[in-house]
């Protein structure tokens, strides 16, 4: 695996290639191309093959990729050939719909523990989840070593949930509130918020 | 306002410093810098500044942004000094919690519809939304003028019902189901998947 110094936007489409792959599988197919992936994702074979060659051979001219191999190696690249645990902070509408999300299974993630500091949720079941008091947070993700983790609480209360994240050991955080986190350079973040998206599709609009 | 062939990676950074700025106005600050959005956001000064030089002279040399002013220009630029109505195809968790979602208001968008196929769901009120039947989207969808919509149904769903929202006019689609969409060039699509975020972020830890 040669895998140093590869520009995180190329790291961002190996997801999207997983994703495909696996859809593939379930429809049976054992053996795709670089036109096909390029097809389906809306990007060229050549960036693809570029993208996939700078972590090894994965397919040969002419007969192109073994799907099985292909999405083996990927989950290794992006190391979902395991399941990392993860906390979701927030159970309100989004967090308890992200906890309860039945699209982690087989894809490297498993919500474990749902926290909220709200006296009215505190103890109550949503889905398979007890919602467990924010204040206990630090503590409890120490103790299972959870490196991952989903904030789902309101903007003005996102940095300091993160604050606690980072203190507990947690290394990358899926952010859905509307805000942008300061974070140690060692602490990964992805945002998502569907207004910054439907914002940016807006802009080509009449 | 020149605005020609800009590339899309800046129009996608516009949502996050109108995002911020909108903050700051929430703080009740009147004047900030290319440095200070820089920092809040963890992008460098020099980029902002080139960024925003690509629409207009919104600043000057050493007495910063006028906020309220950046703050129009960038609705007005992004489209968003308008209100679009917006359609939620999808009524489980997701979907739900996405229609209910408190952080469109101010922001340039408002769901008005919600469709399910489940005729247990159909009928029934999520919110202050009564769940429409999805075989009646393209006609309420065309009489309405709507023209963004957010997906949020199972993945093998999600391509038919693209389809439908094309026919029925939409522009703009978010994409919360886990599959590329393949739509004509004139649509906008936008994906978010929390995996994809995710395995973007465990590719880099131990």
Redesign the interface.
Known sequence: MVAKNIP?IV??R???Y???LQ?MQDEGRLVTSSQELG????ISAAQIRKDLSQFGEFGKQGTGYNIDYLVNQLRS????DRV?D?VVVGAG??G???A??Q??KD???RVVMLFDNDPAKIGHHIGEFTVMDTSQLVDAIRSADI??A?IAVP?TAAQAVADQLVKAGV????NYA???L?VPEDV???H??????????????D
Chains 1, 2 share one sequence.
């Open positions: 995180d790291v961002g190996l997801p999207l997983l994703r495909t859809r097809e389906r994702l809306g690249i992006l190391k979902v990392w993860i509408d989004i308890s719909a992200v309860r999300y699209g982690f894809r490297g993630f490196k991952v989903m903007a290394r990358a955080i899926l509307p805000i942008n300061v990964y973040v992805q998502t918020d569907p207004v910054t998206h439907l914002q940016r599709m807006t802009y080509y609009l």
